[in-house]
């Protein structure tokens, strides 16, 4: 597609239950990124996926989340047993393999989870 | 350690200078990014240099790179009111990822 597409762009959802969010990255982007911004703070790093294989999952905050990716197609990332603190925008974003070039990252809107 | 670090918070009137900035820590630094968050947007690319350059001009967007200091800047001339968003930098150190810095808040007013 033409950009990053993430859903939905708004979840609510209550405490204990599991979610899964969804991200479409740009066709032919290798490399796909999931971080976190809760209110008022920076992005935390979840997962970087390399094709559909994730050299990097190092940001998952604990075993309730996980996450997959579909060749070079659309990642989820699962979020088991929700609690309050997992409330945040989680933003996905896309890259070509950077080799010598400087493109950076294409992201999403993001998909704004609220716990209650 | 890996840390990029900002100012939290920066106001300006409009038509004067924006200067944000960013100090990080990793020398291996090869691209130092800008990047751009509206409220309730994800982070739109403005301006990205490569760590072999000091200084990279785009329209009102002028970027500085004090490699020895591990130093970064973002200047906006003629800050407008569409301009008030928050500002992250990023830096990557060879592969794939980036790591981006706490963002700063810039308020344009008027």
């Known amino acids: 597609g033409a950009g990053v597409s993430q859903s939905p762009s708004n979840k609510v959802t209550e405490k204990g239950k599991d979610v899964e969010l969804r991200c479409d990255p740009i066709?032919?982007?290798?490399?796909l990124y999931w971080y976190r911004q809760r209110l008022g703070q920076g992005l935390e790093f979840l997962i970087y996926f390399q094709g559909n294989s994730a050299p990097d999952k190092s940001g998952l905050p604990s075993d309730r989340f996980s996450a997959e990716r579909t060749g070079e197609s659309v990642s989820t990332l699962t979020i088991q047993r929700t609690q309050q603190e997992d409330s945040a925008v989680y933003l996905c974003?896309?890259?070509?393999?950077?080799?010598?070039?400087?493109?950076?990252?294409?992201f999403g809107s993001g998909t704004r989870l609220t716990v209650v | 350690g890996e840390d990029v670090e900002q100012s939290l918070f920066l106001s300006v009137r409009e038509g004067d200078s924006s200067v944000i900035n960013c100090t990080y820590t990793?020398?291996?630094?090869?691209?130092l990014y800008w990047y751009k968050q509206e409220p309730g947007a994800g982070l739109q690319l403005l301006t990205y240099?490569?760590?072999?350059?000091d200084m990279k001009q785009d329209q009102r967007l002028t970027v500085l790179l004090n490699k020895k200091d591990k130093h970064l800047s973002l200047r906006i001339a003629d800050t407008q009111t569409g301009d008030s968003a928050i500002y992250f930098c990023a830096d990557r150190r060879g592969g794939n990822k980036l790591t981006f810095g706490t963002g700063t808040q810039l308020k344009v007013e008027l």
């Open positions: 066709s032919g982007h290798t490399a």
């Open positions: 990793d020398s291996s630094s090869t691209y």
């Open positions: 974003a896309s890259s070509q393999n950077f080799g010598g070039q400087g493109d950076g990252y294409t």
């Open positions: 240099i490569f760590s072999n350059m």
